[in-house]
């Protein structure tokens, strides 16, 4: 046998040896299988029909939309694109389907011109990257427009082609943007959806998200779609919910502009806006300063101001005061106390003037603003006991419960009593802006508080079928109605009076009644130097007020004690006015009028001097006999004039007189003295006198020379 024969036998003989067990292991594999069915304790009968339908597709839904009451859209859906190159389909390029390396130039130039991105980065990107399947371009080449997209499409580049992708719109830019948020992109397991991340996007995402569908075919071998397949897996996509707020985005646009300006003059640190409809809680606009456009999102602050600080609120305080014990029939407009100082143990409390307008009415305490009235009030006729028992009924106590997210609670400490006599004036406790609206509504209504809500309802997208509405809602009743009517004509010289705070706040076509507040701020336990949160709560008109507005401006610069109204002011007026006749609410005829309050002088001329003081007294005045007269000779007021209940009267009975103690008198009865004795006054400053340049009991005759010195109220 030669070598060529003994070769090949050797090769047949190691074939049979090698490939024989090969081959008998094969068989006996399929004959297991075969019978058994299972490898690995899997069946593989119902693995292989997996297999077999492992082709998915996924069908889009849509993120619920935002909109106000009307049907405005505040936050929406547009369609919006990310760039892709291919480079190579299947680990090749192909002719006219793909980006060849030597179009790169080219398709760059024309690139650059759409997309922000230097045509010298994009060829670098291209070069860079020529032996990857396909590519993309950051975040240049993401959020493309339909005109972006359309324009890089003419250009006709082979392999470039688009991603859609959702994105969220908010058409009104700064628009409420504290309360609607915003969504963005999240890449979940490669699918890009929209995700709220902070207000109403955020607290109600759950309602708003889409739920995808999903689509499951039966494939061939190669890969491609059975047709004439019946059995289809498909999981219907469900589009998210629509929601509608309780904001009017004609109120909503005004408050906000006006909110810029202010916040653009003053600086302050924070700043909050809100109006609500007392009768149904619902907010009808709320602005807060900083703020941002959610399509841009430069946030410098991510807490809603309204709801998420909560700070010691000053004066705005004293109305709830006042209603306790208005309600417990313990408040006497007229009673006269002294004003100026209050003593609680070994702590003296002085009105913001330091020395007080004297001896005068509640009612004009209430006007003033008076420190020392609400003490008397809360201390001395409500009793701090039962003072807390009208804090707690006006739900300072605990949380709003209005629908947006990181509300904080109120912050107090009632064990030492002290603290309870402070809160009835404004310091010592910290609350929220919303609570304090809260609170107001029940003054603004029948003693009902109604809690607020900016949900009006949700919609079911598809059907336009409701599938929630936000009812109005009681919390508390912690007066009567009765109570609450007297508490606002208590609260209408404020504001009417020209002795009142507020008087700034006053509108032409509605009558407004409300409260000033200034609060000193605190930190680490003392009080800040010369930095004030200032703030107002007012609502018309006053018979049956519509609607209610509170704002709070914190650390304005250039700021001082009396610098709240002139800041505010304005922006109350534009804003309220135009939102009362927004709500179709008739002019009130007797907005400018003199309040309720007002009675006519009668002529005191003639008569005795002790007669004449105890008849303005049971007229309710203030009388300031002068001289030693025995009879009056002239008065100020004189005979006819209107005069409210507290004002000062001026009796003359002499040429000469005793200079009476003036600090804390207006500007207008200094000038009332001045006339009646022909002064040259001189006069430095504004509000109510500080100094005097005449003491206490000196005499003085007609013609002398009287220098005084005035401040303006803090609160």
Known sequence: MNSLQQSKKRVAWVAIVCFTPLFLFF???????????????????????????KAVSTLKAERGEIYDRFGQPIAI?????????????????????????????????????????????????????KDRGQIEFGVPGRDLTVDQKEEIEAFEIPGVTFVEEPKRYYPNKVFASSVVGYAQKIDQNGRIELVGELGIEKSLNDVLSESYGLYRFEKDLAGRQIVSSDEQLKIDPEDGADVQLTLDHRIQQLLDTKMEELYQEYKPKNATAIIMDPKTGEIIALSDRPSFDPNTREISSYSNFSVSSRFEPGSTMKIFTLAAAINEGVYNPNELYKSGSYK?????????????????????????????????????????????????????????????????????????????????????????????????????????????????????????????????????????????KQTREALDGVVNSDVGTGQLYALENYRVVGKTGTAQIAENGKYLSGQYIHSFVGMAPEDDPELVMYIAVDRPNG?????????????????????????????????????????????????????????????????V???????????????????????????????SFAMPTLK????????????????????????????????????????????????????
Do not use: C
């Open 664 to 715: 804390g008198w207006s500007l207008r009865d200094v000038k009332r003295l001045a006339t009646l004795y022909q002064l040259n006054l001189e006069i430095d400053g504004t509000g109510f006198v500080t100094s005097q340049s005449i003491g206490k009991g000196k005499p003085v005759k007609t013609g002398a020379t009287l220098k005084v010195k005035l401040a303006s109220p803090s609160n």
């Open 344 to 484: 609680y143990g070994k702590t003296v409390f002085n009105d913001y003037n330091i020395t007080g307008w004297g001896t005068i009415p509640m009612v004009e305490g209430v006007w003033h603003s008076s420190n020392v009235a609400f003490s008397i009030l809360a201390n001395e006729r409500l009793g701090l006991s039962r003072y807390e028992d009208y804090f707690n009924a006006f739900k300072f106590d605990q949380r709003t419960g209005i629908d947006l997210p990181g509300e904080v609670n109120s912050q107090f400490d009632f064990e030492s009593p002290l603290n309870v006599l402070i809160t009835a004036w404004g310091q010592s406790t910290a609350v929220t802006p919303m609570q304090i609206l809260q609170a107001t509504s029940a003054i603004a209504t029948d003693g009902t508080m109604k809690q607020p809500h900016v949900i009006k309802k949700v919609v079911n997208r598809e059907t336009g079928e409701t599938i929630r509405t936000t009812n109005p809602k009681i919390v508390g009743q912690p007066i009567t109605a009765e109570a609450a």
């Open 77 to 129: 859906n547009i369609p919006s694109y990310r760039i892709v190159a291919v480079l190579k389909l299947g680990g090749e390029r192909v002719e006219d389907k793909t980006l060849m390396p030597e179009e790169f130039a080219e398709a760059a130039k024309q690139l650059a011109t759409v997309i922000p991105m230097a045509e010298a980065d994009i060829l670098k990107r291209l070069e860079q990257n």
């Open 27 to 53: 068989v006996g594999w399929f004959f297991y299988l075969s019978v058994f069915q299972t490898y690995k304790g899997e069946n593989m009968l119902a693995f292989a029909e997996e297999e077999r339908w």
């Open 559 to 623: 700021d001082s004690s009396t610098t709240g109204p002139r800041i505010m002011a304005p922006l109350f007026k534009d804003v309220m006015d135009v939102a009362l006749r927004y709500r179709s609410v008739e002019p009130d005829k007797q907005a400018k009028s003199i309040d309720a309050s007002t009675k006519t002088t009668a002529s005191f001329v003639d008569q005795g001097r002790d007669d004449a003081v105890k008849e303005a007294k049971a007229a309710a005045f203030t009388p």
């Open 625 to 655: 006999a002068l001289g030693n007269g025995e009879t009056v000779t002239a008065q100020s007021p004189v005979e006819g004039q209107p005069y409210v209940v507290g004002e000062r009267l001026l009796l003359k009975t002499a040429e």
